[in-house]
């Protein structure tokens, strides 16, 4: 079992940016972020690959976010600019043991982190 433990969560202004980052304890291979808005289903962002070279974003955030991951430290990030008010929502840092190619496909992980809140004021 992944252990997910998430920061860099907070209140920013709308234009604003904010980066998140996750440590992971436990073999990780695909590593991404969801979040959940108050009210809403829980909605996909963004999946990296093992080695980092593949990407995959939801159309709501591509060009505004980027998901980058360190290896060596065992970390995924997810720098987040230009932030809209609607991307207020509990983030989180998510693996799983599958290809990447699967995670997206299904888009859905095994392991959860618990969970950092974004807030964007307008």
């Known amino acids: 079992q992944v252990e997910l433990v998430e920061s860099g969560g907070g209140l920013v202004q709308a234009g604003g940016s904010l980066r998140l980052s996750c440590a992971a304890s436990g073999r990780t291979y695909t590593m991404g972020w969801f979040r959940q808005a108050p009210g809403k289903e829980r909605e996909f962002v963004a999946a990296i690959s093992r080695g980092g070279g593949g990407t995959y974003y939801a159309e709501s955030v591509k060009g505004r976010f980027t998901i980058s991951r360190d290896n060596a430290k065992n970390t995924v990030s997810l720098q987040m600019n230009s932030l809209k008010p609607e991307d207020t929502a509990v983030y989180y840092c998510?693996?799983?043991?599958?290809?990447?190619?699967?995670?997206?496909?299904?888009?859905?992980?095994?392991?959860w982190g618990q969970g950092t809140q974004v807030t964007v004021s307008s």
């Open positions: 998510t693996a799983d043991g599958r290809d990447f190619r699967a995670v997206v496909a299904t888009r859905s992980m095994g392991s």
